[in-house]
């Protein structure tokens, strides 16, 4: 008989890492937020003590292409079978078919099931219905989804999708209104199959619903993925976390990214928490630690003068409808007159911004590629290699080096190669927002 007993809730920590000094005039102030979450990561797998607050709807593609080859469509049943086995008891789930149009495949009616050995058993019996036939419309897959998850009480409402071709019985506007209604919702893993789906198209979705974004080119790799994506779903504790920002009078937010473990950009992700604060969504957290750059311009101050730049906390909202602070640290700003203290650049913020500005360059350097831009793609390219070098993301490095070959890494002179399989370029573009973390 397994122990139930409620784990340990999430413990946050946050570390502010900046220059706080300006020289005279300066307005701008950056720094690095890095959020630390311990001690809620429980063992994963049936019977893994945790309270049942996890919901999960697994999104399968089944239209036509998935036939090509028919190994495709098996491989896709044998990883979702692998995914319910990692489900914990009491797990709420579903399993859809996705097409041009979202079918229930388990448990059906409109509701979810809750994970034992008889519905794990059930489910995977079920998985005997997928087969291909049919278009692909994506973001009915995600309504589906949404009002299965909406019928949970579950704090943690996860999908998980996986497609092997593009959009195509869906207008892209339809797809954005659905990735919107979705958003806030649940969080939401991305996986494409194969070489034939738009890259765009995954990474959209996961950026949007806060989830991962990935390339499985061998469809034999799928059960491996979909376990790791599952167990990674049963390790998180809290969901509905945010990163608040509140800044004094005359200061504004320039800008929030998330800057690791991958690049996202949630500025425009803002929502009002009161005079001169907002909230910026986290989504869900296990065990684990993400760096955020935080970029506020202040009002000149005057040399001598130092201020609070922003107060950075992390919140849950309560059912009150007020928030709980899990954590805070603060950004400051010090003007003065001694210029190797103001032009000092914090080697956090320099390694941040580097990153944000390689997955940049990797995807304007492909996106030139496909113009036929050939001399700009090079350029791109070239820096992306020199900024891969530099900061030591040799997964990147590597990825760089299939699209093309390097004749100096430190000065970034490339050529293109001639030839690129879709599977590297297309892995490239997925991964270029992976980022590593500065060395200490």
Known sequence: MSNLSKPDVPRFSVDVYQNEYLPEGGRE???????????GGPATGPSAASAP??????????????????????NARQATAAAIDVLREGVSFAVVAGTHQAKEVYPGLGRLAVADATTRAQA????????????????TWLRLADRLLASSDASIRHGILLTDGRNEH?????????????????????????????????TGIASALLGTADIVADPTGLAADFTGMMENVMGKELADVSLR???????????????????????????????RAGDYPTGSWGD?????HVCVRVPDAGVGREMLAARASLVRPTRDGSADVLAQ???????????????????????????????????????????????GATAKLGR????????????????????????????????????VSAEAEKTLETRSTKTVRVKK
Request: aromatic share 4%; glycine share 8%; proline share 4%.
């Open 29 to 39: 102030v950056n720094a690095i937020v890095t959020v630390t979450s311990t001690g």
């Open 53 to 74: 607050d996890t919901a999960v709807v697994i999104m399968v593609d089944c239209s036509g292409s998935m036939d090509y080859p028919p190994a495709k469509m098996r």
């Open 124 to 139: 995977k019996e079920a998985l005997r219905k997928l087969s291909p036939g049919g278009g692909t419309a994506i973001g």
């Open 170 to 202: 869906e207008e892209p506007d339809a797809l954005r209104a659905s990735l919107d209604a979705c958003a806030g919702r649940f969080t939401c893993d991305a996986r494409g199959v194969g070489t034939d789906w738009e890259v765009k198209e995954v």
């Open 245 to 275: 920002l509140w800044t004094p009078q005359g200061a504004e937010v320039r800008f929030v990214k998330q800057v690791a473990p991958v690049v996202r950009d949630l500025t425009d992700r803002r929502t009002e928490a009161g005079p």
């Open 288 to 292: 684990e630690t993400r760096d955020y």
């Open 329 to 375: 640290g603060l950004v400051r700003a010090v003007w003065t007159d001694d210029l190797a203290a103001s032009t000092t650049i914090n080697p956090q913020v320099a390694h941040y911004t580097g990153q944000a500005e390689l997955a940049q360059a990797i995807q304007q350097g492909l996106e030139l590629r496909k113009s036929g831009d050939l001399d």
């Open 384 to 419: 992306a290699v020199q900024l891969a070098s530099r900061s030591g993301n040799e997964d990147t490095a590597k990825l760089l080096a299939k699209v093309v070959d390097v004749v100096d890494a430190v000065n970034g002179t490339v050529r293109l190669k001639a030839k």
